[in-house]
Each structure stands twice: as C-alpha cells, then as structure tokens.
C-alpha cells in the first residue's frame, strides 16, 4: 500500500469551480443490435491476414482475459457502467469469470453538484431505443419528462417541431438526484440505474476515488484516495472529461494524450411541474441567437426545474447573462424573466478526440477518449463502452488489440465529428445572418403546419439539436436536391419586402 499523496480530483464537481483541466462466436451476434450505423461491427471484419496482424495476434494471445483475470474500471458514469454491463454480459456466454471493481466515488442520490454529472440530460429518440434493444430498458420513474417536442426560438419567430413520427420517446433525466437544495427525488438517477446494472451483472462498486496508477510487471496498480491501492490485469478509464487522472495518466509513458474541451454552461431554475406544464411543456426549447460565442442553448423541462444548457466557445458569465436578457429567452419564463437558478455550474465538454485512447492493457472509453461533438455524448459513450468491451472480451486487452478493434469505432465518431463542426458552422452563419434565419422559419413552419410536406428542414434541425443521427447522414439529407431547392425558393420568399418591411415575427407553436 503506498501514500499516494493525490488530491481528490473531482474538479468540476463544486458550483463555479474551474475543472484543471477475430470474428466473435455467431452467438453473439444479437450483442451488436443496431451497431450498423455506427460501425461497432468493424472489429468483427477487421481481422487483417497480414504479418503485422498475425505478429500481434501472437503476442496478444498473453494478454487474453481468462478466468480470475481482475479489471479495474475507474468511473461509474455511463461509460464505466455500460462498458461493466457489456463485458460481463459476453464473458457469461463464453463461461469467463473475470473480479471487475468499478471504482465510483459518487452515490448519485445526493442533490446538488456532488450527486451529478454535469450534463443537460437527454438522451435522443434513437439512443433510448437502442438501448432497449441492448436489454437497458430506462425505467419510467429515472425520466423526468417524456420530450415529444422541440420549440425553435430566433429573433425573427419561433416555430414548434414535433417527433418525427410523433412518438413521445426523448428522455430527459436527472444524472443524479436533482439540482442543490431540492427535496431528495424519491426516483433514481439515470447514472445510478445504469450503476445498478452493472452491479446485478456481477461488478463490484467501489466507493472510492483513484488517485494515481503505475506499469506494474503484470499490469496495471492502482491508489486510491484512502491510500490503499490493488493490482489489476486491465484497467479502463472511464473518469471523464472533468477528472485530473487524465493528467495523471498522461505522465505513465504511454501515447494517450488528453481530449481537447471547452467551457460550457449549465444552470438549474426552479418553476414547479404546474409551472412548467404550462409554460415549457414537453418542448425542449432551441435557441439560435446572434451572440459572440454559443453555438447552441437549450431550456429543457424536467420535474420541477428547467436546466439550462449552453455550449459554445468558452461561455463566461457576461455570455450568460446576455442570453438570459434576451428577449427570446425571457418570454419562455413567466413574469418575464428567468428566476435565479437553485444550482449552476461550468463543466468542461469534450471537444476533439484523445490521441491514442489505448495502450497495453488500458483502454480509455466515453469522454476520456472520443466523444460525440456537442451532443449524444451518452450515445458515444454507449458506442466507445461498447467497442471497447467487445474487443476485450472477444480479442484481447493489448494495444495492437485495441488499435486494430477499438479504434475503429472511435475513428468513426471522429470522422463524423469533422462533419458535425462543418454543419455547426453552418448554424452559426445561420445565427448571424437576418435574411437565412427568416428562409429557415418560413421553411419549418410550412413543413410543420401544412398536411403532406416532407419534413425536410424539421428532421435535419431535429437530429442536429437531438444528436440522434449521425452528421455524416444530416449533412446528406441538406444536399438533396429538393431541400436545396426549397432552401432557396425559402430564400427569396421569405425575404420579400412586405415581410422584410414590417419585420414581422413569425410564430407557430
Ligand atoms: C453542458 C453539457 C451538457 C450536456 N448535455 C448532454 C445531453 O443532454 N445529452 C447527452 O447525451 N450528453 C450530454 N453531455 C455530454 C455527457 O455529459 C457526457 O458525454 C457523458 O456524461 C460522458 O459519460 P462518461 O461516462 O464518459 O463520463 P462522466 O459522465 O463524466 O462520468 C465519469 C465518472 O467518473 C467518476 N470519476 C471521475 N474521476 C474519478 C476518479 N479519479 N476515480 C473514480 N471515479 C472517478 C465521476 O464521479 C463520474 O461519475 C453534456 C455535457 C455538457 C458539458
């Protein structure tokens, strides 16, 4: 046992503070349901027959996980507790019996900061499907409210989007037990139930916080903040984005090299369900607003509070108060204004891919490693938990294991994170020119009120604000040639004077 002499490091989990910044067996085909889109089946065909291959198969054949093997997964959020679940769930199928100790420091039923994880809540349409399909079917009592719409407010109007095929199936839910000083919620958290998951699939939950790791000659040895410390053939680094250790496993002599961030914000207010059942509603509500530096606001309903979330290019209070002066803003809250929020905070977000998220025997997942770029960050750390269980327990747990089939899912997400920055820039000239976010309105509010138009404009809007397809599949749709077509006719129409004069706001709610 050694003093590690680490201060703990849960660094963004006050208010204010800074954080410091081999083709499986076909029975287990059913484990990558819906994978497809993704490509979490690569590492199934990536198999290469060449010598470099086959000189890493054979030096890979050491690093296999048999039974007794122990795995040490630092972080219980979605990443730690899906990759545990997935992991345990195939090694039952092949009969392994591997010791996997999640390390989670966090019970997730305390209100305020300490009980959560920094986040806007919602997980997309297609990822609560998705996870269904996996066996992770999210009970009622963690979704806080059912989204079955989404309200886009611009200077120039604002105009209501309903579910594609109008199915309520957006969740909006609490990390942990609700926002500082509230009640405590009688529900379970979302990160809390997937922990739970994780724990009735054999893990084993401990309460502590990793302070420090060291090679050790059979692997990895891990210290705690208690000072106690315990060798592991594995380790899986699962502490997200706002957590030294990432710093700390920067200097083990290892390729990894952290994520890029940024600072964004998140603020709790509380309104009361009546309060919010009138106002808000079951819409999430959009902002695109001409200001300096965010890229994308939301207002998302939950129980008794709205959360507030604002990503954008280093948001700093001045950015905050401006956005919650403007008028598109004020007018979604009664009386006028946005009362103080009960609990706020400025977590760090996951903006570019760590270089070489792998290396002997250690594999970082979820936002330690690649994520999503501004949204769906809990379906890309379901995809990376996912890859990155898959290879261990179907391959290996080397680095030519986890580069040959890790990396190929979190190259996918990256690759696809280029074309989400291009579309983001696209919004952005959206936000600051007048005469675009009138063609844009005027198209949305045609397609959502007259009978029989394809929802064009709506779904790209819809699957850029939920993060439930791909960039690559968004951009796609913008380029065929009659949503060009009505982009430009929109162009012309709705910029007409009459309208152009009067400066007319446009609402369809
Ligand atoms: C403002 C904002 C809004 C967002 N909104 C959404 C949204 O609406 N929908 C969505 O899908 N995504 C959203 N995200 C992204 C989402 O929060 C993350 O992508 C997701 O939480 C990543 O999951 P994870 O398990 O990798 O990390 P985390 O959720 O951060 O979990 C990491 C866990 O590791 C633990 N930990 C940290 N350090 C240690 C240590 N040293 N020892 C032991 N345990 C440790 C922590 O306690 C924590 O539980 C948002 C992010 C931000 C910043």
Same mark, same amino acid.
């Given at each position: 046992?050694?003093?590690?002499?680490?201060?703990?490091?849960?660094?963004?989990?006050?208010?204010?503070?800074?954080?410091?910044?081999?083709?499986?067996?076909?029975?287990?085909?059913?484990?990558?349901?819906?994978?497809?889109? %993704?490509?979490?089946?690569?590492?199934?065909?990536?198999?290469?027959?060449?010598?470099?291959?086959?000189?890493?198969?054979?030096?890979?054949?050491?690093?296999?996980?048999? =039974?007794?093997?122990?795995?040490?997964?630092?972080?219980?959020?979605?990443?730690?507790?899906?990759?545990?679940?997935?992991?345990?769930?195939?090694?039952?199928?092949? =009969?392994?019996?591997?010791?996997?100790?999640?390390?989670?420091? $966090?019970?997730?039923?305390?209100?305020?900061?300490?009980?959560?994880?920094?986040?806007?809540?919602?997980?997309?349409?297609?990822?609560?499907?998705?996870?269904?399909?996996?066996?992770?079917?999210?009970?009622?009592?963690?979704?806080?409210?059912?989204?079955?719409?989404?309200?886009?407010?611009?200077?120039?109007?604002?105009?209501?989007?309903?579910?594609?095929?109008?199915? +309520?199936?957006?969740?909006?839910?609490?990390?942990?037990?609700?926002?500082?000083?509230?009640?405590?919620?009688?529900?379970?958290? @979302?990160?809390?139930?997937?922990?739970?998951?994780?724990?009735?699939?054999?893990?084993?939950?401990?309460? /502590?916080?990793?302070?420090?790791?060291?090679?050790?000659?059979?692997?990895?040895?891990?210290?705690?903040?208690?000072?106690?410390?315990?060798?592991?053939?594995?380790?899986?680094?699962?502490?997200?984005?706002?957590?030294?250790?990432?710093?700390?496993?920067?200097?083990?002599?290892?390729?990894?090299? $952290?994520?890029?961030?940024?600072?964004?914000?998140?603020?709790?207010?509380?309104?009361?369900?009546?309060?919010?059942?009138?106002?808000?509603?079951?819409?999430?509500?959009?902002?695109?607003?001409?200001?300096?530096?965010?890229? *994308?606001?939301?207002?998302?309903?939950?129980?008794?509070?709205?959360?507030?979330?604002?990503?954008?290019?280093?948001?700093?209070?001045?950015?905050?108060?401006? *956005?919650?002066?403007?008028?598109?803003?004020?007018?979604?809250?009664?009386?006028?204004?946005?009362?103080?929020?009960?609990?706020?905070?400025?977590?760090?977000?996951?903006?570019?891919?760590?270089? /070489?998220?792998?290396?002997?025997?250690?594999?970082?997942?979820?936002?330690?490693?690649?994520?999503?770029?501004?949204?769906?960050?809990?379906?890309?750390?379901?995809?990376?938990?996912?890859?990155?269980?898959?290879?261990?327990?179907?391959?290996?747990?080397?680095?030519?294991?986890?580069?040959?089939?890790? %990396?190929?899912?979190?190259?996918?997400?990256?690759?696809?994170?280029?074309?989400?920055?291009?579309?983001?820039?696209?919004?952005?000239?959206?936000?600051?020119? +007048?005469?675009? $976010? $009138?063609?844009?309105?005027?198209?949305?509010?045609?397609?959502?009120?007259?009978?029989?138009?394809?929802?064009?404009?709506?779904?790209?809007?819809?699957?850029? @604000?939920?993060?439930?397809?791909?960039?690559?599949?968004?951009?796609?749709?913008?380029?065929?040639?009659?949503?060009?077509?009505?982009?430009? %006719?929109?162009?012309?129409?709705?910029?007409?004077?009459?309208?152009?004069?009067?400066?007319?706001?446009?609402?369809?709610?």
């Amino acid at each position: 046992m050694k003093k590690s002499g680490q201060d703990p490091d849960l660094i963004a989990s006050t208010q204010d503070q800074e954080p410091a910044g081999a083709a499986p067996d076909a029975s287990l085909d059913s484990l990558f349901t819906n994978a497809s889109t %993704w490509g979490l089946e690569q590492g199934r065909n990536s198999g290469s027959p060449d010598a470099e291959a086959a000189r890493d198969s054979a030096a890979s054949a050491a690093s296999k996980l048999t =039974d007794g093997s122990r795995i040490a997964v630092i972080g219980g959020g979605p990443a730690g507790s899906l990759f545990s679940y997935f992991l345990l769930k195939t090694l039952d199928l092949v =009969d392994t019996q591997v010791e996997l100790d999640i390390y989670e420091p $966090r019970l997730f039923t305390h209100s305020g900061p300490s009980g959560c994880n920094h986040c806007g809540g919602v997980v997309s349409e297609s990822l609560v499907q998705i996870l269904g399909a996996e066996g992770v079917l999210i009970p009622e009592e963690v979704v806080e409210r059912g989204i079955d719409s989404y309200k886009m407010h611009m200077d120039v109007g604002a105009v209501r989007i309903d579910t594609p095929l109008h199915e +309520k199936r957006i969740a909006a839910v609490y990390r942990g037990n609700g926002p500082r000083n509230s009640p405590p919620a009688m529900t379970t958290g @979302f990160d809390r139930y997937l922990l739970q998951l994780a724990t009735e699939y054999g893990a084993n939950w401990q309460r /502590q916080m990793v302070t420090d790791l060291q090679r050790h000659e059979q692997g990895w040895r891990l210290h705690c903040a208690d000072n106690t410390a315990a060798d592991y053939d594995l380790v899986v680094i699962a502490c997200g984005i706002n957590s030294a250790l990432l710093i700390q496993t920067e200097k083990l002599g290892i390729k990894f090299h $952290r994520p890029a961030t940024l600072k964004t914000f998140i603020a709790e207010f509380k309104l009361g369900k009546q309060l919010i059942e009138t106002t808000f509603g079951t819409s999430m509500h959009v902002f695109l607003l001409d200001l300096p530096k965010l890229e *994308f606001a939301a207002l998302i309903p939950k129980g008794d509070y709205v959360t507030l979330c604002m990503l954008g290019d280093e948001i700093d209070e001045e950015l905050v108060n401006r *956005f919650l002066n403007s008028p598109e803003v004020r007018e979604c809250f009664p009386e006028n204004r946005a009362p103080v929020n009960a609990c706020h905070c400025f977590p760090r977000i996951n903006v570019g891919p760590a270089r /070489q998220p792998y290396a002997e025997g250690m594999v970082f997942i979820g936002d330690s490693g690649v994520a999503r770029l501004y949204k769906d960050g809990i379906g890309s750390a379901y995809r990376t938990a996912k890859a990155a269980a898959m290879t261990c327990a179907l391959h290996g747990i080397s680095e030519s294991d986890f580069k040959q089939h890790y %990396w190929p899912a979190c190259r996918l997400i990256t690759r696809d994170n280029t074309i989400g920055k291009l579309i983001f820039m696209v919004c952005t000239v959206i936000q600051k020119l +007048k005469f675009t $976010r $009138r063609a844009v309105l005027r198209m949305v509010v045609l397609e959502q009120t007259l009978e029989g138009r394809k929802p064009r404009m709506s779904s790209v809007l819809w699957d850029v @604000f939920t993060g439930s397809a791909p960039y690559t599949d968004v951009l796609l749709r913008t380029m065929h040639p009659a949503f060009l077509g009505h982009l430009c %006719w929109n162009l012309v129409v709705a910029n007409l004077p009459p309208i152009h004069a009067a400066d007319k706001k446009v609402t369809a709610t």
